[in-house]
Structures are given as C-alpha cells and as structure tokens.
C-alpha cells in the first residue's frame, strides 16, 4: 500500500495518507488520511507532484527499535514523518537519534534497542 504525506483540510496540517483509487484517465487521486479517515480527491495534480511518496519504507517510531541515518520515521505524536539525519551511541546502550520533521522540525528521540 502507498503513503505519502499530504495536507488533510479536515485535519488542518499535513498527514500521512494512504492511496484508494486512481483515476488516469481524469487525473485524479484519492488520498485517505490515517488520522481522520476523511477521503480527499486531488484534481489535475496527481500524488506525485503534490505529495511526497513514502513507499513502504516508512517505518513508525518505536523507543524499542534501532534505526539507520537515512531512515523515514512516522512518529505518532507528532503525527508528522521525517528523515534520521543523525545517531549517536551513549555509553549505556541507548541510541540517540536525531529526526528532521516536516512539520515537527529537529527532534532527538532516544531508542533502547534490544
């Protein structure tokens, strides 16, 4: 299944979304956020010049996880994606990764991975 990141007009900021249908022929897309399942229709656009395609690359923030720089994180709480630009290693085990959000901005989220 594809995501992207889109503005959701219902939400009021950009969310990720999920693809239902698309319509070549019209030209049109159909996005269904995660957040609050309100289905919007992208006209004479499309996903790929308005959207930015996650793929399913996209793996969500757990403390529990280990992560790579490069990664694409979807954080809940911030309900916003972004890029691990950056880990550091403390000296007891825990991982220090530094997250660029779209939205959110530069976040330092501390991982235990096992």
Avoid: W
């Avoid at 219902?10 to 049109?28: P, S």
């Avoid at 000296?91 to 235990?112: E, R």
């Amino acid at each position: 299944m594809k995501k992207y990141c889109y503005y959701c007009p219902t939400c009021q900021k950009v969310t990720l979304m999920t693809l239902v249908k698309e319509d070549q022929n019209k030209n049109t897309t159909f996005l269904k956020c995660i957040v609050c399942s309100d289905t919007e229709q992208s006209k004479n656009c499309g996903v790929g010049q308005n959207g930015e395609d996650l793929g399913d690359g996209i793996k969500e923030y757990s403390p529990k996880a280990s992560y790579e720089v490069g990664d694409i994180l979807f954080h809940k709480t911030f309900n916003d994606t972004g890029e691990v630009v950056k880990i550091t290693q403390r000296l007891n085990g825990q991982c220090v990764n530094t997250v660029l959000f779209k939205t959110a901005g530069l976040k330092k989220l501390i991982t235990i991975p096992k």
